[in-house]
């Protein structure tokens, strides 16, 4: 197999070998977030990029990250995008304390204009980001660099029998996924944070992509028969464990 590489992956001081799946799987992140989306312009995705990782510099999350309340102190982010300070207050919110995100403060970020897709796609684009900067963490590696944007706008694209009721989000349950989104699903068992994302199916896609390279394919997570170099008893433990430390509320 060819190892792949895109502007941006370096591996060189990792002192352990990575596999070409996972290479491959960051490259196609990494192109993803360049790319025009739904609802963003792949300029305003890799802004959304940066301000995630700036997030964890900010003076003002650390001082609400340790404070009883996730609404104080008052006061403006530390910013390194020209994006809506509504955007940025949201990029860093999930970033840096997802734990806290609650319904109230969801209902006013719709409030405040921000639609749902919108919403979905600057989600998905901040936690792919995340977990490529955690697989850097992991590694002792510097995080990759993020590429140059690609040009053209936002498709606004939505899918059809979108549902609403079961999350704070309207998701595309599998037997409504018709059309362009028949094949979206791998499999019949869909996990929630698959669905969660349905309203941006390339989110949905590059997840099961990254699933597939970092831990095991979606339709197989039901088989505990499926092993990587860990039996599936201890990547289970790993993952449980890494949820408990982050207060994953799941």
């Known amino acids: 197999m060819t190892t792949p590489s895109a502007p941006g992956l370096d591996y060189s001081t990792a002192g352990v070998p ?14 993803y977030l360049r790319q025009p989306g739904s609802w963003f312009t792949g300029d305003e995705r890799l802004a959304l990029a940066a301000e995630s990782r700036n997030a964890l510099a900010c003076p003002l999350c650390r001082q609400r990250k340790t404070s009883l309340s996730p609404e104080q102190p008052a006061g403006e ?3 390194v995008s020209d994006l809506p300070e509504a955007l940025v207050e949201i990029a860093h919110r999930i970033r ?8 109230e403060w969801f209902d006013r970020v719709r409030g405040a204009g921000l639609e749902e897709g919108p919403y979905v796609e600057l989600v998905g684009v ?8 955690h697989f850097c963490r992991a590694l002792g590696i510097p995080v990759f660099t993020l590429p140059e944007p690609a040009p053209g706008a936002p498709s606004h694209y939505r899918p059809e029998h979108t549902r609403g009721g079961t999350a704070w989000v309207s998701m595309l349950a599998p037997e409504d996924a018709t059309g362009p989104e028949a094949n979206l699903y791998d499999g019949e068992f869909v996990p929630n944070i698959a669905r969660a994302l349905s309203l941006v199916p390339d989110h949905v896609r590059l997840l099961q992509h990254e699933s597939a390279s970092h ?3 979606m339709d197989a997570i039901q088989d505990p028969s499926v092993r990587r170099d860990l039996d599936r008893l201890q990547i289970e433990l790993v993952a449980a464990r890494v949820s408990a430390m982050n207060e994953c509320f799941y």
């Open 18 to 31: 990575v596999r070409d799946d996972l290479r491959e799987t960051h490259a196609a992140m990494l192109e």
């Open 126 to 133: 901040v936690t792919f980001t995340a977990g490529i900067d």
């Open 96 to 103: 840096l304390d997802p734990q806290r995100l609650s319904r």
């Open 215 to 217: 831990y095991v394919a």
């Open 77 to 79: 982010h530390a910013r």
